[in-house]
């Protein structure tokens, strides 16, 4: 069989799984670091967490908590992040930056526990009294709940307070959670069952973060270049297009951390700017985005998606493209994923995307 031009240089080879959990590199806030634990970090966290005002808030946490068993979680954390089923971490924070006394000190505990089944995961926390009042809970957590919808391949975020506990359901709704009933756990520190409030979190449920450049020129930024509609919501602009390789197999982008709807899978494209057409906002796109060089000659019109979103309307034409030169790379980071047709469907879309798949299979 004949190459195109071009597919000599595609990537090969199929993504061992795209839809897996990515190796973890310690998270960073303006004040912390979300890091996994170390053996040397028992005696510290021990001392904070064997606390009544800590432990009694904590459903897995007994009282008192045996020094021995602080060596054995922690030895225990390793191997669930490397098996992708759990990420419990430290919080750390720097006491005398800038100075000869400058330490690492532990702050808290962050986690994420996966329920791959129910593609959702659940995020709990605690912080030691000594940092109680400095906004660590909100910061650590919104921190990981960010990662988390972005990286793990989930729906949603769940976690759950005390009733009694009225400062960490405030913490939860800060970051974005939202009230979903009320139940019971078994805490350990209790010795039974104790009342809870529920709690969930998806995607559009994240606060928004501070405009970038580069977040302004993103696809799903309301409103952004976008059209004047008298009595209507704008309308968006964009091109995306389907670059399919000499085996058939179509190109999928993850929307990065940071980015509106981060950890869904699309086809790669962006906004089309003020004098721009669809296809030369294509070729720009691509060569930013994957560092390949289109011909407008070789992007072929296919289909498009008109979908509303809450602030303005998306219009999305959809292009072919089968020929290109230049090594398909992720100049921005994010994660790549060459995909079978017949396997589209079970990579999570934004709205406007998931109506292409069905054509896109059917017509490859």
């Known amino acids: 069989m004949?190459?195109?031009?071009?597919?000599?240089?595609h990537e090969s080879g199929e993504a061992a799984d795209p839809l897996a959990p990515p190796p973890f590199q310690p998270l960073r806030t303006d004040r912390l670091a979300l890091?996994?634990?170390?053996?040397?970090?028992?005696?510290?966290?021990?001392?904070?967490v064997n606390d009544w005002e800590v432990a009694k808030t904590l459903a897995r946490v007994p009282f008192p908590y045996p020094r021995e068993l602080a060596d054995e979680w922690i030895a225990?954390?390793?191997?669930?992040?490397?098996?992708?089923r759990a990420w419990h971490l430290a919080i750390t924070g720097i006491e005398h930056a800038g100075t000869p006394e400058e330490a690492e000190v532990l702050v808290g505990c962050v986690g994420l526990t996966l329920d791959a089944a129910r593609k959702q995961a659940e995020l709990g926390y605690w912080v030691g009294r000594r940092f109680w009042g400095h906004g660590v809970a909100p910061e650590a957590a919104g921190r990981i709940a960010r990662w988390a919808l972005a990286n793990l391949g989930i729906e949603k975020l769940v976690a759950s307070a005390l009733v009694e506990n009225p400062r960490s359901q405030a913490v939860l709704r800060r970051i974005g959670f939202r009230h979903a009933g009320e139940g019971a756990r078994d805490f350990l520190s209790r010795g039974g069952a104790m009342p809870v409030v529920l709690f969930e979190m998806g995607r559009n449920d994240l606060p928004a973060l501070p405009p970038s450049p580069e977040s302004a020129m993103s696809a799903e930024a309301p409103g952004a270049g976008a059209a004047e509609v008298p009595a209507g919501k704008r309308i968006l602009l964009v091109a995306a297009c389907a670059l399919i390789d000499s085996d058939g197999r179509v190109l999928l982008a993850r929307r990065p951390e940071g980015k509106p709807l981060a950890g869904l899978w699309e086809f790669p494209g962006g906004k089309v700017h003020p004098g721009e057409t669809p296809e030369a906002a294509l070729i720009r796109e691509l060569r930013e985005e994957l560092a390949i060089d289109v011909a407008e000659a070789c992007l072929a019109p296919f289909a498009f998606a008109s979908h509303g979103?809450?602030?303005f309307h998306l219009l999305m034409p959809l292009y072919l493209c089968r020929r290109w030169s230049g090594q398909v790379t992720p100049v921005e980071g994010q994660a790549l994923a060459w995909v079978r047709p017949q396997k589209l469907a079970e990579y999570p879309m934004p709205p406007a995307d998931k109506p292409l798949v069905a054509l896109l299979r059917d017509f490859l």
């Open 2 to 9: 004949e190459l195109p031009p071009g597919a000599e240089q």
């Open 76 to 84: 225990s954390t390793r191997a669930q992040i490397n098996e992708g």
């Open 309 to 311: 979103y809450e602030g």
């Open 35 to 48: 890091r996994p634990l170390r053996a040397e970090d028992a005696a510290e966290l021990h001392r904070l």
